[in-house]
């Protein structure tokens, strides 16, 4: 199968063939903001300093080091996702706000999301946790970095990345969610799981 490399700055009509469950590569440019950038613009009302208008996120908290000799540069040593969910209450403000087109973390996210997605026409993709050198040798160059003042964790670190992944869709344009879906599925199976087992260990009941 050919793989599906999408490149910043994406249009709505960019994504509307992406669906949950596929697997896409990202080029162009991504800058890491999480918990602490997302309370600053949705909670505080301040102006986010890095234009993501169709461009892409990354919930991650990375290790950056200086690069000797250089003035005022570093590169990218370790940036694994870290968890989405903990920008639920404030995703589909964001994608409001910023007009962001790809936002990327680890593990599922909510409802709201979902709606934000739909409406802003952006997606959610899951990198894959533990992989967070091999994130790192995806980003070509840190070109920027914004809000210092927080520290390394949260600064918004503006990377420019080459076929980045692989990233599971986990919620489309459509507001499919594929955690969601699968959760039904899960259950399903325990349940059929646990009525089985019932019929031959009845105290487990």
Known sequence: M???VLTTPLRAEDLEDIHAGDIIYLSGHIVTCRDVAHRRL???GRKLPVDVGGGAIFHAGPIVRPIPGSDDRFEMVSVGPTT???MEKFEKEFIEETGVRVIVGKGG???KTMEGCREGKAIHCVFPAGCAV?????VEEIEDAQWRDLGMPETLWVCRIKEFGPLIVSIDTHGRNLFEENKVVFNQRKDEAVEEINRHVSFIK
């Open 109 to 111: 996210m909510g409802e």
């Open 134 to 138: 091999v994130a790192a040798t995806c």
């Open 2 to 4: 050919e793989k599906k």
């Open 84 to 86: 989405s969910m903990r």
């Open 42 to 44: 949705i909670e505080e």
